[in-house]
């Protein structure tokens, strides 16, 4: 079964503007993961929340963790044509877990 | 650095047929992974090798798959005989520690079979 699940399914934006994806997962984790993938490549990961964090940035990336939700969003800033992509969250199983577990993606379309 | 490198990058092939997917994960990383990704089912884990020893292989879908790490830096994954179902874009993805952190994905090897 799925552990992450984003939402929306898919999302299409002008350049610059914000995007916002959010992730829902069911049971308890260490730490959550948001990856990229352009059509036709490899994931590519982008960045890491630990449970105990609540926010982390990296660079345009913002990420929020909300664990008594069960809930994390990706908020990327002043998007570029180039951020057009799929964007996946990734859940482990709790601490010491070596699985992750991908939910369906946000397909993300940003019109120049 | 050479990322993850993974062969063939498209493979067509007909029902019935071996296929043999390769893999050759970063230097130094001692966990190994092997997803598959449909538009149905998403990204599922296949099959995970700690120090070239295979820990999980619930996911690997039935008796005709099959993968094998002889040494840290190369993996295969087989399917013997292969099946119209198995048509899905195979990754092998590598990370230090296996413990959940970050994974480095190849670019995947798309299979097709008719």
């Known amino acids: 079964s799925q552990q992450g699940e984003e939402d929306p399914q898919a999302l299409s934006i002008q350049e610059g503007e914000n995007a916002t994806m959010n992730c829902s997962y069911k049971t308890s984790i260490n730490n959550l993961q948001w990856y990229r993938q352009n059509s036709g490549r490899g994931l590519v990961h982008l960045i890491l929340?630990?449970?105990?964090?609540r926010e982390k940035h990296s660079g345009r990336l913002r990420v929020t963790l909300d664990t008594s939700k069960k809930s994390s969003s990706l908020l990327i800033t002043a998007s570029r044509a180039a951020d057009t992509a799929s964007y996946f969250c990734?859940?482990?199983?709790?601490?010491?877990?070596?699985?992750?577990?991908f939910g369906k993606g946000t397909k993300l379309s940003v019109i120049p | 650095d050479a990322g993850v490198i993974q062969s063939p990058r498209h493979e067509v092939t007909e029902m019935g047929q071996e296929v043999t997917l390769r893999c050759k994960p970063i230097?130094?990383?001692?966990?190994l992974f092997w997803y598959r990704q449909t538009m149905m089912r998403g990204l599922e884990l296949l099959i995970y090798?700690?120090?070239?020893?295979?820990?999980?292989d619930s996911g690997m879908p039935e008796d005709r798959f099959s993968a094998k790490m002889p040494n840290a830096s190369f993996s295969t994954l087989k399917i013997q005989p292969s099946e119209p179902r198995d048509s899905a874009v195979y990754f092998c993805?590598?990370?230090?520690?296996?413990?959940?952190?970050?994974?480095?994905f190849g670019e995947g090897s798309r299979l097709t079979v008719l």
């Open positions: 090798f700690n120090n070239n020893v295979p820990i999980d």
């Open positions: 993805a590598s990370s230090l520690g296996g413990n959940g952190g970050e994974l480095f």
């Open positions: 990734a859940t482990d199983r709790g601490a010491g877990s070596y699985q992750l577990t």
């Open positions: 929340i630990r449970s105990n964090e």
């Open positions: 230097s130094g990383h001692n966990s």
